[in-house]
Structure formats: C-alpha cells, structure tokens
C-alpha cells in the first residue's frame, strides 16, 4: 500500500491494482477500463495507467467525447518501460485508486515492477485449456512478488469472456481448485456490450440503466472494493449514449 504526504492533510492512502497475464486476448483492458470507469462511478477518484504498447485503452479513452468524458482518468506510460513506478508515486495520494493496465508478456519487466507495488493483482483468465496452461506463469510471477517484495499483495483469478459448455465449466473448477490463489466469486461473460462500451469512450452503464453485463461489472467492484478495504459506495449515473 502506497502512501504521499500531503502539507496541509493527513497522508491519503491509494489503492493500487495490477491487472495482468501475458496471455493476450485474455479480457486484461476490457477488465481495467470497465472496473476502473465502475469504480469512478462510485465516487472514488480513479486513474487507470495504461503501460501496453497496443494502448487499446488510450485508444478506448480517447472515443469519449468532452461532454462525456469516461468516469476514469486515463494516462499513457507504456513508454517509460519498468520506469513508470516512478510517475505513479506521484499520483500517490491524488487518487483513490490505481489501476495499472500491464503489458501481455511476462518477459516485459512492466508486470514485476506493476506487483511490487500493487495492493491487488488481477489475473483475467478465459475458462479454456490453454489460458488455463498459460496462467501458470502469471501465477508464478504473483507468487513470486509476494515472497520476494511484496508480502501484502493479494492475487485472484477473474474469470473473463466466460461461455457455457462441459470445458468452461470443467476449466472453472480447475482455477476454483487452484491451492494458492483464490477467484472472484464474480465472472465477466462473453457479452456484445464490453466491445460496445469501447466506441463510445464508455463503460456498459452507458449503454442502458439495467443490463447483465452492468450486473457483472458491479459485482467485481464490491468484491475489488472490500478486498481494498474501501468502503461501498451507491454508484452514480452514467450518461446513456445515444446510438
């Protein structure tokens, strides 16, 4: 847990969450730009570091318009390579909450720096056989960082793009059973509305006052949020697009 001293208030304390997994196409932006924008919409001031060198969530912000900005502030330091710590302990203490948008290759030395300093690492993991092969490095390096540096950082699986059929729910009990590393009870399906969000510069609430997909993303929230110990919070409304 990062903490800034401020003059003329007491240190503020900011959580931060490192969404990753060097598999790619896993859901790892789709996650942070959803929760990230979710959380914001609960009244916590949000930054989501954006540190892929595809910067789909750059990309993602930058759809929104001045009238309807996404709830989340959202910065490019893909550039700054493991160097991007530094700029976020500047932001320590202006936000409520970090969320750091790694890189998909373990090889990169963005996630080990993104766990030395995160509260909280998110490994997306779609319910089929190779990502479920592929999650172990992503479960090694969290590991890793717990033991080495990090004592006080927690790991969970989020289930992303979830669909039915013996093999998701066959893989759902292999990361259940997973000794080490705990999921959330939430899951992320394989819904029309996350891409959709994406051309507007939105989340999902955007797109309709009541939906599955808005269901989903403020389940992970409550469940994000008490893991952090932050307190829930009723979200606001979001704009509705119009189509």
Same mark, same amino acid.
């Given at each position: 847990? +990062?903490?800034?001293?401020?003059?003329?208030?007491?240190?503020?304390?900011?959580?931060?969450?490192?969404?990753?997994?060097?598999?790619?196409?896993?859901?790892? /932006?789709?996650?942070?730009?959803?929760?990230?924008?979710?959380?914001?919409?609960?009244?916590?001031? /949000? @930054?989501?570091?954006?540190?892929?060198?595809?910067?789909? +969530? /750059?990309?993602?912000? #930058?759809?929104?318009?001045?009238?309807?900005?996404?709830?989340?502030?959202?910065?490019?330091?893909?550039?700054?390579?493991?160097?991007?710590t530094n700029e976020i302990q500047k932001n320590?203490?202006?936000?409520?909450?970090?969320?750091?948008?790694?890189? $998909?290759?373990?090889?990169?030395?963005?996630?080990?720096?993104? @766990?030395?300093?995160?509260? !909280? #690492?998110?490994?997306?993991?779609?319910?089929?056989?190779?990502?479920?092969?592929?999650?172990? =490095?992503?479960?090694?390096?969290?590991?890793?960082?717990?033991?080495?540096?990090?004592?006080?950082?927690? !790991?969970?699986?989020?289930?992303?793009?979830?669909?039915? #059929?013996? !093999?998701?729910?066959?893989?759902?009990?292999?990361?259940?059973?997973? $000794?080490?590393?705990?999921?959330?009870?939430?899951?992320?399906?394989?819904?029309?509305?996350?891409?959709?969000?994406?051309?507007?510069?939105?989340?999902?609430?955007?797109?309709?006052?009541?939906?599955?997909?808005?269901?989903?993303? =403020?389940?992970?929230?409550?469940?994000?949020?008490?893991? @952090? #110990?932050? $307190?829930?919070?009723?979200?606001?409304?979001? /704009?509705?697009?119009?189509?």
């Amino acid at each position: 847990m +990062a903490t800034k001293q401020q003059t003329q208030t007491p240190p503020s304390e900011t959580r931060i969450l490192a969404i990753y997994n060097q598999k790619g196409g896993c859901g790892k /932006t789709t996650s942070a730009m959803e929760l990230g924008g979710t959380i914001a919409l609960r009244g916590y001031k /949000t @930054l989501i570091a954006d540190l892929d060198p595809q910067q789909t +969530a /750059t990309t993602w912000n #930058g759809q929104a318009s001045d009238e309807q900005p996404f709830p989340a502030r959202v910065t490019n330091l893909h550039a700054m390579g493991p160097r991007f710590t530094n700029e976020i302990q500047k932001n320590v203490g202006d936000f409520d909450v970090i969320i750091l948008d790694c890189p $998909p290759a373990i090889a990169s030395p963005i996630p080990w720096a993104a @766990l030395q300093i995160a509260d !909280l #690492g998110i490994i997306p993991i779609i319910p089929v056989l190779d990502n479920v092969w592929a999650s172990k =490095e992503a479960k090694e390096i969290g590991l890793r960082a717990q033991r080495e540096f990090n004592p006080s950082l927690q !790991l969970r699986y989020l289930p992303s793009l979830v669909s039915r #059929g013996r !093999l998701f729910d066959h893989c759902m009990k292999v990361i259940s059973d997973d $000794p080490d590393i705990s999921k959330f009870k939430t899951s992320i399906s394989r819904r029309n509305a996350f891409p959709e969000s994406q051309a507007y510069g939105a989340t999902v609430h955007a797109l309709a006052s009541k939906s599955l997909a808005i269901t989903e993303i =403020e389940n992970l929230a409550t469940e994000v949020l008490e893991l @952090l #110990g932050l $307190p829930q919070r009723a979200g606001q409304a979001a /704009t509705r697009r119009k189509k």
